[in-house]
């Protein structure tokens, strides 16, 4: 069984998160990747708590093992010209090279692209920057938080006051948007013969899901605000409150809302209510009706009911329940992977499937987050072979 890249190489430059994430996607879909760390290894290889800790001085951060698996690890000082000479050979054999530095710094180290695609004229690479490569803010540095609130996200994203999603969205965002670009760009190749600069950012990732709240501001000059638990476009579409526990109800049509209403007892064509225009105007009349109406009730007797009904509801899950529920499981989203130091460990899987590998993503197997430099003599024997 071949996987979809599995005669791809990448080399995978960058650190921290988004760029990871998007070397992981490669890796996930058979690519071989190599990640380059510096002598003191990946920033988020001190990330935590939490850390697992076998021994002492071995202990490893589940930040970075959220980031890395299906990866080889060497270790390469950049400033060494010794190193320099290895990484110009992985160069010579790699099809993708990814970093994330400050605009600039690729280059100081003596691999601007113009060497690169000396060395390798079919080399893709992907950039991924904070802010963008050019432009009057291009050398700032990202880091996701900052972006969720330069690009938006924050001022749509809570209760009272702008909030941070609970992931690092805009970090995940810019490597998935790298991935599919390079995926892309591999494919032009095919045609064209030669590789080329993939360009995206943290700012990208963040104005790129902007969705129907910046077309709110671009074509009807609204400035969204704080979004909260409830959809600011569409009602009732939100969290409401039972007596055992919150549940999600999301009426998305008028079909959906007729369909509510008779599993609730509730008039359709209540005054205020008849239309979804009308009911977003008068939101909390909405919410305050619903929930008078499920505060006796069980959560799961109302999900069941509403299930029955035809109307889309959920739970809230924390992630310990998402993690043991057979839904996810029966997705392949959660892997068994042997850890060189930790032993056998369970990760967040990928998230595509193909329909002669239904439960591995990618590939036929998948392969731990590497420990620091782990592979530095096998690495340095292939480049040798």
């Not at 921290?16 to 988020?44: F, N, Y």
């Not at 993690?323 to 899987?349: C, F, K, M």
Request: hydrophobic share 40%; with cysteine; proline share 6%.
């Amino acid at each position: 069984m071949s996987a979809p890249l599995d005669d791809v190489l990448v080399l995978d430059l960058t650190r921290a998160l988004a760029g990871p994430h998007a070397a992981m996607m490669l890796g996930d879909l058979g690519a071989r990747v190599i990640k380059v760390e510096s002598p003191g290894g990946d920033d988020t290889r001190t990330w935590g708590p939490p850390f697992v800790d076998p021994t002492e001085g071995e202990r490893e951060s589940t930040y970075f093992l959220s980031a890395n698996r299906n990866k080889e690890s060497i270790t390469l000082d950049l400033k060494d010209p010794a190193d320099q000479d290895v990484l110009a050979r992985l160069v010579e054999r790699a099809d993708v090279l990814m970093e994330n530095f400050r605009v600039g710094v690729l280059d100081r180290l003596g691999f601007p692209v113009s060497r690169l695609h000396e060395l390798n004229p079919r080399l893709i690479v992907l950039q991924i920057t904070g802010f963008g490569h050019d432009g009057p803010e291009a050398t700032r540095s990202g880091f996701d938080q900052i972006a969720q609130g330069e690009g938006g996200l924050m001022s749509l994203t809570g209760l009272t006051e702008p909030t941070k999603v609970g992931v690092p969205i805009a970090d995940l965002l810019a490597g998935m948007n790298g991935a599919y670009g390079v995926v892309s760009a591999l494919y032009e190749r095919e045609r064209t013969g030669r590789g080329r600069v993939v360009h995206t950012s943290l700012l990208a990732g963040m104005v790129g899901v902007h969705a129907f709240q910046g077309t709110k501001w671009t074509v009807a000059k609204e400035v969204p605000g704080l979004a909260g638990g409830h959809h600011p476009s569409i009602a009732p579409y939100g969290m409401f409150a039972t007596a055992t526990a919150p549940v999600q109800i999301a009426c998305g049509s008028e079909k959906l809302w007729q369909a509510l209403c008779a599993e609730l007892g509730i008039d359709p064509e209540r005054e205020g209510m008849a239309t979804n225009p009308e009911r977003v105007r008068n939101r909390d009349a909405v919410i305050a009706l619903i929930e008078e109406l499920l505060a006796p009730l069980d959560a799961e007797d109302v999900l069941a009911r509403l299930d029955k009904a035809g109307v889309p509801a959920g739970k809230v899950r924390s992630l310990d329940d998402v993690y043991a529920w057979e839904q996810t499981r029966s997705q392949g989203l959660l892997i068994d992977v042997e850890h060189s130091t930790l032993g056998n460990i369970q990760l967040p899987g990928p998230t595509l499937r193909f329909d002669d590998n239904a439960f591995a993503g990618g590939r036929e197997q998948h392969v731990a987050p590497p420990t620091l430099g782990q592979h530095n003599e096998s690495i340095r024997e292939w480049l040798d072979s």
